[in-house]
């Protein structure tokens, strides 16, 4: 199947594809393994770059999640969980990376938000989007990434970060209101006092 075709078949046509590469690398085949990775790096990378917000740590969180990956592979009973394991690995690295640079990265983003309050300049709407997005707690800005980019659901995000799904439904419900919050001057600053986990 071609890149082309797998494109116009749909998501159905495209599970069924990663299904039949991660059996076909649970056998050994290096090149449905080496297809996989093709496939999914991308994605893991763009989403490891929302998770940890610097290009450069994105790119080593998501080779150590391919370690990772080729590593328990073989132990993946339901070759239909791909994604929400791929997922899942990627939050487990990347909690230990949040954990070693949380507070330095929130005490940049309070110094820069201060001097950006002091100099307002116009800004365009996609560079506004990333600036407030840059703001949300990072368990936050990877639950709205992988719901709003990745098309997971509210089932599969709590899986992945281990969480209840209501959880979930809260982590995304608190980042809508406060990007919508830094988006519009207008409307008040959301009580940060909400879900912290």
């Known amino acids: 199947m071609t890149n082309q075709a797998s494109k ?17 690398s649970q056998q050994g085949d290096r090149r449905a393994l080496e297809r996989l990775f093709q496939r999914w790096n991308a994605r893991l990378t763009r989403t490891a ?3 940890c917000g610097d290009a450069d740590a994105a790119t080593d969180l998501t080779q150590e999640c391919w370690v990772a990956i080729l590593k328990g592979i073989g132990g993946l009973r339901d070759p239909a969980r791909f994604r929400s394991y791929a997922f899942s ?10 954990r070693k640079t949380v507070r330095q990265r ?8 201060t001097v950006q309050a002091s100099q307002p300049a116009p800004q365009s709407d996609s ?34 970060q281990s969480i209840p799904q209501g959880t979930a439904k809260s982590r995304i419900f608190h980042a809508r209101q406060r990007l919508k ?17």
Not at 106 to 113: I, K
């Open 49 to 51: 770059r929302r998770y």
């Open 127 to 160: 560079a506004a989007i990333a600036q407030a997005f840059a703001t949300l707690p990072a368990d936050q800005r990877l639950a709205v990434h992988l719901y709003f980019v990745e098309g997971l659901t509210l089932g599969e995000i709590a899986k992945v």
């Open 89 to 98: 690995v990627l939050h487990r690295r990347g909690a230990d990376y949040l």
């Open 8 to 24: 116009s078949s749909g998501p159905l046509a495209d599970q069924l594809y990663d299904e039949l590469l991660v059996v076909r």
């Open 181 to 197: 919050a830094a988006l519009d001057p207008n409307q008040p600053d959301p009580d940060h006092k909400g879900e912290t986990s």
């Open 106 to 113: 929130e005490h940049l983003a309070d110094l820069s938000q």
